[in-house]
């Protein structure tokens, strides 16, 4: 028996893949064999733009089908992208790539935080925003 995901739900688990996702793709061209081709610096700083601009949109595109208890909404998704985020991290970094979870947890898992705040931020906003026009 298969549970069927509403809308919201199915958008909200498609936006948590791809937040993952885009960044670890736009990362790829960055590594060659020998490890980072850029200022580790940098690279750093690309993947948190990337991300960044990622979750924005991604929150956009979440939020259009939601129509009212955007702050609990928006819980929801920063936690479940979260999690995702973290989850695939730890498959692929620790797992496949054996980076070590201290070194994952301060280089990288650490930065996640800010997908919550941002999603968060986004339906405290939306959530005054319709009180407002009430």
């Known amino acids: 028996m298969s549970l069927p995901l509403t809308s919201t739900w199915r958008r909200r688990l498609i936006g948590a893949f791809l937040t993952w ?11 060659g064999p020998s490890g980072l081709l850029i200022d580790q610096q940098l690279f750093k700083s690309l993947m948190i733009v ?5 979750a924005a949109i991604l929150i956009i595109w979440c939020f259009r089908t939601i129509e009212r208890d ?4 928006a819980v ?7 999690l995702a985020n973290w989850i695939l991290d730890l498959i692929v970094l620790v797992g496949l ?3 070590t979870m201290p070194d994952y947890a301060t280089q990288i898992g650490l930065r ?7 999603v968060i931020a986004a339906g405290v ?3 005054e925003t319709v009180k407002k026009e009430s």
Request: aromatic share 16%; net charge negative; proline share 8%.
């Open 125 to 127: 906003v939306a959530d």
């Open 50 to 54: 990337v991300g960044s601009i990622t």
């Open 76 to 82: 929801m998704t920063g936690i479940v992208w979260l």
């Open 70 to 73: 955007f702050t609990r909404e």
């Open 112 to 118: 996640y935080l800010v997908i919550p705040a941002m």
């Open 21 to 31: 996702l885009i960044p670890f793709v736009v990362a790829i061209p960055f590594y």
């Open 97 to 99: 790539l054996g980076m």
